[in-house]
């Protein structure tokens, strides 16, 4: 099993940035997708960004169209972790944000095999 721990959540102004980190441990995750999910009060998980390993040198990245132009993901396998550097953040961007593990690209969140306990970001107006 792999466990997942996010941070670098917290408050921030709109207009303002965050980055998130997610530290994955119990399996090399090279071959698998890693993902981006946010949930705000009241609704759904929902698909923010994935990343995809094609060869050593080349990743596919997805985005939501919410926050394509706004949120970068990268990850680092040697060091197992993602990242979600997220700029011109909105309030509608508020949200628990959670890292995820998939064996193949999805943007459903019941693809996704691992989770992480979420961070918390706030966005102020």
């Known amino acids: 099993q792999v466990q997942l721990v996010e941070s670098g959540g917290g408050l921030v102004q709109a207009g303002g940035s965050l980055r998130l980190s997610c530290a994955a441990s119990?399996?090399?995750?090279?071959?698998?997708?890693m993902g981006w999910f946010r949930q705000a009060p009241g609704k759904e998980r929902e698909f923010v960004a994935a990343i995809r390993r094609i060869s050593s040198i080349t990743y596919y990245k997805y985005y939501a169209d919410s926050v394509k132009g706004r949120f970068t993901i990268s990850r680092d396998n040697a060091k197992n972790t993602v990242s979600l550097q997220m700029n011109k953040l909105k309030p509608d961007d508020t949200a628990v944000y959670y890292c995820?593990?998939?064996?193949?690209?999805?943007?459903?969140?019941?693809?996704?095999?691992?989770w992480g306990q979420g961070a918390q970001v706030t966005v102020s107006s």
């Open positions: 995820a593990v998939a064996p193949k690209y999805s943007q459903r969140a019941d693809q996704y095999e691992d």
């Open positions: 119990g399996r090399t995750l090279s071959n698998y997708v």
